[in-house]
């Protein structure tokens, strides 16, 4: 397999390039648009064809990478159901399965975040997006995001995962990129037992609590993001 952790220096948002070196295909998750150039140079090294481009939720803190590189490569710009990305190809459910090569993704809807928030679980790791990070849950962004439903998520959902299961986050917090479930069951404080895990987030994050659509989250859902400086990288007709 091929596996690249990607940040975001401006954002400290984290990206994801999952690759099947005997398929020769790939998924990318949450790319932000100042790494397109870098993804295209991965990609182009593994001789690999980019087949989703896979967003956890809407983001309110960085441009998206996905429309640029969607019409670069000719990929499928896929996100959970629930209105967030206008702009996708393919509404994602629970349950639903994405095959690239010979491995397969495994959507989790996660909402709470956003009400679009999914996770992707693939082999022995999770891709949480800003719902689960390590040592807290995220703060609910704009519409719709809500700290008790996140909370449930990330009980119900997240936690029920193996514990060994590595978690690998939408953004760098602490300067921290990835935990694990049993980690998270037994030192997160959002979900200690004895918390009441939606007051705790609703008090730490406070004013980032943005309920409010940004300029940035209007860009991603319409796919809006300044797409100039890309080659054409689409893969040869199968
Ligand atoms: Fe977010």
């Given at each position: 397999?091929?596996?690249?952790?990607?940040v975001?220096?401006?954002?400290g948002?984290?990206?994801?390039?999952?690759?099947?070196?005997i398929?020769q295909?790939?998924?990318?998750i949450?790319?932000?648009?100042?790494?397109a150039?870098?993804?295209?140079?991965?990609?182009?090294?593994?001789?690999?064809?980019?087949?989703?481009?896979?967003?956890?939720?809407?983001?309110?803190d960085?441009?998206?990478?996905?429309?640029?590189?969607?019409?670069?490569?000719?990929a499928?710009?896929?996100a959970?159901?629930g209105?967030g990305?206008?702009?996708?190809?393919?509404?994602?459910?629970?349950?639903?399965l994405?095959?690239?090569g010979?491995e397969?993704?495994?959507?989790l809807?996660v909402?709470?975040h956003?009400?679009?928030?999914?996770?992707?679980?693939?082999?022995?790791?999770?891709?949480?997006?800003?719902?689960?990070l390590p040592?807290?849950?995220?703060?609910?962004?704009g519409?719709?995001g809500?700290?008790?439903?996140?909370?449930?998520?990330?009980?119900?959902?997240?936690l029920?995962?193996?514990g060994e299961?590595?978690?690998?986050?939408?953004?760098?917090?602490?300067?921290?990129?990835?935990t694990?479930?049993?980690?998270?069951r037994?030192?997160?404080p959002?979900?200690?037992?004895g918390?009441?895990c939606?007051?705790?987030v609703r008090?730490r994050?406070?004013q980032?609590?943005?309920?409010q659509?940004?300029d940035?989250?209007?860009n991603?859902r319409?796919?809006a993001a300044?797409r100039?400086?890309?080659d054409?990288?689409?893969?040869?007709?199968?």
């Open positions: 397999m091929i596996f690249r952790q990607l975001d220096s401006r954002s948002a984290l990206g994801y390039l999952l690759g099947d070196p398929g295909e790939a998924v990318v949450d790319a932000a648009h100042g790494l150039d870098e993804y295209r140079r991965l990609l182009h090294h593994h001789g690999l064809a980019l087949r989703y481009l896979a967003e956890t939720h809407l983001h309110a960085h441009l998206s990478a996905a429309p640029a590189l969607r019409e670069a490569t000719g499928r710009l896929v959970g159901e209105g990305w206008a702009c996708s190809d393919l509404a994602l459910r629970h349950g639903d994405l095959h690239f010979e397969t993704l495994e959507v809807h909402p709470g956003t009400p679009c928030s999914v996770a992707f679980r693939w082999r022995d790791r999770v891709f949480t997006g800003d719902s689960l040592g807290a849950l995220g703060c609910p962004e519409p719709g809500d700290a008790g439903t996140l909370c449930a998520s990330a009980r119900n959902v997240l029920g995962l193996p299961i590595l978690v690998f986050p939408g953004r760098l917090r602490n300067g921290r990129r990835v694990t479930i049993a980690e998270e037994e030192t997160n959002d979900l200690a037992a918390v009441q939606a007051q705790a008090r994050c406070g980032a609590t943005a309920a659509e940004s940035v989250m209007i991603n319409q796919c300044d100039s400086g890309l054409r990288l689409r893969p040869p007709e199968a």
